[in-house]
Structures are given as C-alpha cells and as structure tokens.
C-alpha cells in the first residue's frame, strides 16, 4: 500500500512501529519529513508537503503513544 502525505494516520503508525524511543513532540519538522520519505511505502512529492501536513502527522503519532 502506497502513502502519500494525506494519509496522516497510517504515517504516524509506521513512524511509531519505526521509531519506537522517540517522542514526537520533540521532532522538529525537517526531522518528521524527512522520516516520513524514508518510509519504505511512502510514495508521494516533497513539495506536496507543508507545515499543517507534518503538524497532523505529528499530532496522530502522538496520539498513538496513547
């Protein structure tokens, strides 16, 4: 299943399952996108992403520490 920068949720939990010791409240954004690229079923343009994506993106892998 390919994912692109909408798909928050499914994002935010292959970034949980990869980066189980980190917390996301300290990911500063340049960090979560380019984590996010590196997803090996992540397919989508960069330029496709902004600061309210990754601020979503964020906010669901918060949520599930939960």
């Given at each position: 299943m390919s994912m692109v920068w909408t798909d928050?949720?499914?994002i935010a939990i292959e970034l949980y399952e990869t980066?189980?010791?980190v917390d996301p409240r300290?990911?500063?954004f340049t960090d979560l996108m380019g984590?996010?690229?590196?997803l090996p079923d992540f397919n989508d343009d960069p330029k496709r992403c902004g600061e309210?994506?990754?601020e979503a993106i964020q906010?669901?892998?918060i949520?599930?520490?939960?």
């Open positions: 928050t949720l499914d980066h189980p010791d300290l990911v500063r984590w996010v690229m590196a309210k994506i990754l906010l669901a892998w949520a599930e520490l939960d």
